[in-house]
């Protein structure tokens, strides 16, 4: 739960982990989420945007972040070059999570999103948890606290076990409904994976009802390719995608979306 919801790096370690309630994790955060946990943040007053990002459609080592990247992105076409487009649902909120309480625990325990039961895990198996990236404070990772994860057993809780596997699975299911949702709003644009995104901002009432229908609604199994442009503010990377003949642009914030780059 960073302002970059795919940043991580690894350690290899047996941790030990207890929430202290502190509340850290639950300020200022983009909070990713499923399709219908979209729908659960929209219909309780929520915003939720859409992070964009597209690459070639490669292949990749089993097991990279890249192929666990691929396997949840729809597929689409650049001009001329097949690519993928990933499509993060996130909650958008500025200080503390709305959900948040005085006594600092979830007002929405029992529907909260998977992220928050992760937390402070990672979705990703090629990411490893480093405390010193995570909000928590030092004594929820003392030594008396219970056995939270071991580098060669994996995840000792078993509520973020489950979390984990639910969300792995429910990233692979929503791909068809996400190329839906895609069509439906009219997003055609997306960064360059890596390198930035293209932050989707619909209207709320808008996107409810595109995310009710690609979740209630049959998927078209006739539905014409998407169509995506990849916007970059480097020449050198609109160069590149021009070369291999997939269709550029300099990002358009007057569309609708706000272009996010995840460099200096």
Not at 38 to 57: F, Q
Not at 113 to 126: Q, S, T, V
Not at 232 to 259: C, H, K
């Amino acid at each position: 739960m960073n302002s970059n919801p795919e940043q991580g790096t690894e350690a290899a370690s047996a941790l030990q982990f207890s929430c202290t309630s502190c509340g850290r994790c639950c300020n200022g955060l983009r909070l990713l989420l499923s399709l219908s946990e979209a729908i659960t943040w929209l219909d309780h007053g929520g915003r939720v945007e859409l992070l964009c990002d597209a690459a070639p459609a490669l292949e990749f080592p089993e097991g990279s972040s890249e192929a666990y990247r691929a396997a949840r992105a729809a597929p689409a076409t650049s001009h001329a070059l097949p690519v993928t487009i990933s499509v993060l649902p996130t909650a958008v909120f500025d200080g503390p999570c709305p959900n948040l309480q005085a006594d600092m625990r979830c007002g929405a325990y029992d529907r909260r999103p998977n992220a928050c039961r992760i937390y402070p895990a990672e979705i990703r198996p090629d990411r490893r948890i480093v405390p010193a990236e995570k909000l928590c404070p030092p004594q929820a990772w003392d030594a008396d606290q219970p056995l939270f994860s071991h580098p060669i057993t994996g995840m000792a809780d078993a509520v973020t076990a489950t979390a984990i596997d639910h969300a792995r699975a429910t990233g692979m299911d929503d791909v068809a409904r996400k190329t839906r949702l895609l069509a439906l709003l009219g997003i055609n644009q997306a960064a360059l994976a890596n390198e930035g995104y293209a932050i989707w901002k619909p209207a709320p009432a808008r996107l409810l009802d595109a995310l009710r229908e690609v979740m209630d609604g049959g998927l078209p199994t006739d539905a014409a390719p998407l169509q995506v442009e990849i916007v970059s503010l480097r020449a050198e990377t609109r160069r590149m995608m021009a070369e291999a003949q997939g269709g550029d642009a300099l990002p358009d914030t007057t569309r609708g979306y706000e272009y996010l780059p995840l460099y200096g």
